[in-house]
Every structure is written in structure tokens, then in C-alpha cells.
């Protein structure tokens, strides 16, 4: 789409290689897989149209049913924490916009995502195939239960807050795995962990504090609380 006069959206690439710059590299991302895939992968596709012009910005940005697609530096700082080398099979839970999964499939072999709205999976399937992300695939579902038809999982990364680790994600990662999601009581402010399995144990490590929706499912908070 044209237009005339608007830098900001009429020069994206620019935006996304400032945005890796002074948002990335200055605040810790040195994964140079990471960096790269957040260079390329372009966000505008994954906002609403009226969003298109922050697409870089430094923020979370709204998105359908009252979601949100996550701050870049966010989603940066989940992948490296992940350590992904480009084998590996992600489970990504909180398909949202699809923004995650289209940086996360430039980072392993195969993503699998579940999103519990299924007009949002909808949406985000369509916009990955047309996109050329092919190694994602899509389903509607309570992603606190895992997708146990695609594990054992590499990594598990999550895109919203819950209460505790859901037992299902243990069972679903492999061996020296890693989970990497939010945790806490509060609905504006999680903290990220990092789970590894090792010889069946699992242990955590904080990764700093965060802002996310919540995780709603059977392992996650219920629907209607506050
Ligand atoms: N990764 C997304 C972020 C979306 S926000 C992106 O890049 O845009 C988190 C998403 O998690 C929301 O879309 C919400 O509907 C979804 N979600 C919350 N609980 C869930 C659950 N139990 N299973 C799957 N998705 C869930």
C-alpha cells in the first residue's frame, strides 16, 4: 500500500533494523540468530491495520478479542532464553497475531502453536502460510495442556501468564529441554522463568519481570477470575 509522505510506515525495513538496534542490542540480546530473525521477520504484517505505524515501537500493541501481540524486546528475550539452534521442534503457546511463532520459525526446524480463540488461530494460520513461515503449524486449543500429538518438545515457550508450570509441559519436554514462560499473581506484572529438565529434574531460573495477558486454561487461571 502506498503512502506518500509517511517515513514510518512507508519505510519498515529501516524501522525494523532501528528497532534491533536501540531496543535488541542495547539491552542485552547478543543471540546472533535472534538478532537476525528479529531483523527479518516483518512485524507490520502482524498488527492491526490501524497499529501499522507503531509496528516498531517500543510496546506491546492490541490486538483482536483483547489480546495483545508482545513488545519486541520480549520476544527476543524469550528466544534467546530458549537457546535455539535450529533443530529443534517449539511448542508455542499464545499463537496471538503469529508474530512469536514467525520469529521462532526462523530460529528451529518446526513450530507447533495453539492459540484458545479460535478466530485468532484462524487468522494467524492464514497470515503464516500466506508469509511464507511453512515450517508452522497452527491449532486452536488450551495450550496448558500441551499438543501431545507433536511432543517430545525441545523448547516450550508461553505467551501469557499462568499460576504454575502445567505438569503436561514436563511430560512433553525432551531431556535438557527448556520452558520459558511467566509466571505470577499478578495481572500486570509476571515474572519470566526458565525451566530446564535435566535427568527428569527441573529446575528454574528467574529472567526478570514482564507484562502479559493471562494464561486461561485446565493449568492456567480459570476464565472468569479477577
Ligand atoms: N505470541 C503472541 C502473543 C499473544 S498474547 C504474539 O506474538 O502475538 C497471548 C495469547 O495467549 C493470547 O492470544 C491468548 O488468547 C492466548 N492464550 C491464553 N491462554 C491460552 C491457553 N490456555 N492456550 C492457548 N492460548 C492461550
Known sequence: MKNPGNVESSEPNYDRQSMVESQLKTRGIRDERVLKAMATVPREL?????????????????IEHEQTISQPFTVACMCQALGLTGNETVLDVGTGSGYAAA??????????????IPELAATASD?????????????TGDGTRGWPEHAPYDAIVVAAGGCDLPPPYVEQLRESGRIVMPLGRDNSRQNMVRFQKNNGTITREHLGTFVFV???????????SP
Do not use: M
Open 103 to 116: 520469529v521462532l520459525s526462523c530460529l528451529a526446524a518446526k513450530v507447533f502453536t495453539i492459540e484458545r
Open 46 to 62: 502482524f498488527v492491526q491495520e490501524g497499529h501499522r505505524k507503531q509496528a516498531y515501537a517500543d510496546c506491546a500493541l492490541p
Open 127 to 139: 497470515r503464516l502460510q500466506q508469509n511464507g513461515f511453512s515450517n508452522v503449524v497452527v491449532t
Open 214 to 224: 493471562p494464561l486461561i486454561g485446565d493449568f492456567g487461571w480459570a476464565a472468569n
